[in-house]
């Protein structure tokens, strides 16, 4: 993004509310009066924003945890509430006021019994009663714990702590204790925001009276020098517990250095607490893993499909047990080295080991077990650009649960009323009911209790148990959503949405935003993001397009993959049938005043389509995006992504069709035909994508004479995360595009 402007002017045009915060004030939740019924950054980053949830073993209560930023201090704290399950008195348990020093964030609530919390604070294990009461430290590890799951029997914890890793960079001479320098001698020496210096272990704990932590816990993976959790994104989801305590199934890809950044191959695990032994659930004890060219991804090899599907060569993670033991289900890929195949639910039986894989279409995103009654298991996925609930029978078939019932407008396309993602599901202790979070373009997530009905799905029953955000909503104007299937150049539909700013008046022409989704896997479903956000944009009086363009999942496995080693084909056409459908049939569009915004594989496409729009945008904004392929090949730390993407390294004179066409196609290659206005974003932390792409992209719109600026976060990785850095964000962004459009 660019740099910022007439602040001033900038500031006193869209604050919406007088918030008063002095640096030794408390965070927590933000009471505001707008001045405006229109979204702007500062009301977006008052919002508080759920978290962990847990219903108590009696069915009787919620915990959960909230999250609350303070721009003023730049800083955020997470605190604990806890509810009746019908949603009423919800009360904060965590502090209300300080004395004198900063209160510390409290996360990860979890019942020990229906009476008494555990959460982690300051890096320790606590305990509280269920009135916030009673108040005592678990554990002793110097805040150590970064993470915890206790035993079904409570009799043991797992921790998570970091050990020190030295397999890639070395350890520096201990006569030098003041040299910076590291010595880096493999692959996978830092990931995603950090040098690999230190690693997660699962540590086991004995549990004594009052749940107190015994001092001294045993590392099951001693002395492997590989991670789990898994980097980046992993996190004690990828442990479970048997429900007879005895047994810890775990996630770990036990590779390291080159044979780590060129595979995703990860497995599940069997610790048995007794013996310490461990057991491979994904491939014989025999297995030898085949030796692969690390330039050239498995994609161009000749696989044994039917090995792939023995022997689960992809990423396997998120184990656990069924509520009796029998089986363990957990979420498999089947090509090793492709991070975006098919997500599939695995159940494997104990007593046989043999492996049953859901038929399902798209993705399995999160799921759960069931009491067995009413279904087997519980699963959200994308489809059609929505985040749905679905059950497994028995007998393993899928049905779709609470399908909302939408009005058509007077256009005939649908338009807003119901949709919404589903963000996360577990089974309340009473076993019939969900515990899920929801969230959708025009409102933040809240909890919500469902009450699912397989044999007649319809009858399917939703509640919302939190309204966090409803002072601030009520402030506010919202959007309206439109649904539309959009012809695309090889005669397929595309599935498209269409925001229109708050009070729309369809007599009017606006401004309109193209938006270009990342991963390049990633839905572009019903989502809410704190900086790519829909609502803020339509609120500032833009018509945003967004398009499930090819390479997008929930619309078969086959409109998925057409992206990878085809950046820049069908899935750009895609991008300018939905521009120029908006620009020549929707009568609101204005064709003069489009603009093109996207980041990481949408930054790529910004790039791209700054070199082929014909002057169809007369704005652009590319954040953490892709500019020069052949120098991103080398310099982001998951090797995989670009050797399933690019197929093969550029060193090569690469021969293969979708190789050549990578890189001959870069955006880097194509500046010849910029002629656009065009904001460059990016964080020096961001070692997925290096900001060094955002860094040439803009030296060369400037060299070229084309206005550009260059907005770089020091301190920030592949997304902004700080509130004074994602209000600089928003800011420039409407800055850059009002100067542009309006």
């Given amino acids: 993004m660019n740099k910022l402007l007439t602040i001033v002017a900038v500031a006193l045009m869209m604050l919406p509310a007088t918030i008063q915060a002095q640096d030794n004030e408390v965070i927590g939740k933000q009471n505001i009066k707008l001045n405006s019924r229109l979204m702007t950054p500062e009301a977006l980053w008052a919002m508080g924003r759920i978290g962990t949830a847990e219903a108590s073993p009696d069915g009787k209560q919620i915990v959960y945890q909230v999250g609350y930023y303070s721009v003023k201090q730049n800083k955020s704290r997470q605190v604990i509430y806890v509810m009746n399950a019908d949603g009423t008195n919800s009360r904060q348990l965590s502090s209300l006021t300080s004395k004198g020093s900063p209160l510390k964030s409290e996360t990860d609530p979890t019942w020990l019994d229906a009476q008494t919390i555990a959460f982690v604070c300051g890096g320790e294990l606590w305990a509280m009663n269920a009135d916030g009461t009673n108040r005592r ?63 997660q272990h699962p540590f086991v704990f004995s549990v004594g009276d009052g749940f107190a932590v015994a001092p001294d816990g045993i ?39 080159l044979e780590y950044s060129i595979s995703t191959d990860s497995d599940i695990y069997l610790y048995n607490i007794g013996t310490r032994e461990t057991t491979n659930l994904c491939k014989p004890a025999d297995y030898v893993a085949p030796k692969v060219d690390p330039t050239i991804t498995l994609a161009t090899q000749a696989v044994n499909a039917k090995e792939n599907l023995k022997n689960n060569v992809g990423y396997d993670q998120n184990p656990q047990f069924s509520p009796d033991g029998k089986y363990i289900a957990w979420l498999s890929m089947e090509r090793d080295g492709y991070e975006a195949d098919l997500n599939r639910l695995c159940i494997y039986t104990m007593a046989t080991g043999e492996k049953r894989y859901i038929d399902w279409k798209s993705d399995v995103d999160a799921f759960c077990w069931s009491d067995g009654k009413d279904a087997l298991l519980y699963f959200i996925s994308v489809w059609e650009a929505t985040e749905n609930l679905y059950s497994v029978s028995a007998k393993y078939e899928v049905k779709q649960l609470f399908t909302p019932v939408l009005p058509q407008s007077a256009a005939g396309s649908q338009a807003y009323n119901a949709w919404a993602d589903f963000g996360s599901v577990q089974l309340m202790n009473n076993g019939k009911q969900l515990l899920m979070e929801r969230h959708s373009f025009t409102a933040p997530a809240d909890l919500y209790v469902v009450t699912p009905n397989s044999k007649k799905p319809e009858n399917t029953a939703i509640q919302q148990l939190t309204c966090e955000n409803k002072h601030i909503q009520d402030q506010l104007d919202k959007p309206q959503v439109i649904k539309r299937w959009v012809k695309t150049t090889d005669g397929k539909e595309m599935l498209t949405w269409f925001i229109l700013p708050p009070n729309f008046d369809e007599s009017k022409k606006y401004p309109t935003l193209l938006f270009c989704e990342g991963g390049p896997q990633s839905p572009v479903s019903q989502f809410w993001s704190y900086r790519w956000n829909f609502m803020i944009m339509a609120s500032q009086g833009y018509v945003v397009v967004a398009p499930n363009r090819r390479g997008l999942p929930g619309f078969g496995q086959e409109w998925k993959e057409q992206v990878s080693g085809d950046w820049t084909g069908q899935c750009m056409d895609d991008y300018l049938s939905a521009i ?56 982001t730390e998951e090797n995989w992504f670009s050797n399933w993407e690019y197929d093969e390294a550029y060193w090569h004179r690469p021969q293969m069709p979708r190789a050549k066409k990578t890189y001959h196609d870069s955006p880097h290659k194509m500046v010849e035909k910029w002629d656009t206005p065009i904001l460059c974003i990016h964080g020096e932390k961001d070692y997925r994508i290096n900001y060094t792409q955002g860094m040439q992209a803009f030296n060369a719109a400037r060299m070229k004479g084309i206005p550009a600026e260059f907005l770089v976060f020091p301190d920030e990785n592949h997304w902004v995360l700080k509130p004074q850095n994602g209000v600089l964000w928003q800011r420039t962004f409407f800055d850059w595009l009002d100067r542009w459009l309006k």
């Fill in 580 to 635: 120029d459908f908006a620009a020549s049939s929707l009568p609101f569009v204005d064709k003069d005043r489009l603009g093109a915004v996207g980041a990481s594989f949408g930054g790529f496409s910004v790039y791209y389509l700054a070199g082929i729009h014909e002057k169809r945008f007369k704005a652009f904004i590319a954040h953490d995006g892709a500019f020069n392929l052949a120098a991103m090949y080398l310099e």
């Fill in 219 to 257: 590392d099951i993976l001693d002395g492997e020098p590989y991670e789990c959790p898994m980097e980046p994104f992993g996190g004690i989801e990828q442990l479970a517990w048997s429900p007879d305590s005895k047994t810890i199934a775990y996630t770990c890809r036990k590779k390291t250095g």
């Fill in 137 to 199: 430290q678990l554990s002793k590890t110097d805040g150590q714990v970064e993470g915890f799951k206790f035993s079904p029997d409570r009799s043991k914890v797992i921790i998570l702590k970091s050990i020190p890793f030295h397999e890639v960079i070395m350890k520096n001479p201990s006569d030098l204790p003041k040299a910076t320098g590291r010595l880096v001698t493999d692959l996978m020496y830092r990931h995603w925001d950090h040098y690999v210096e230190s690693i």
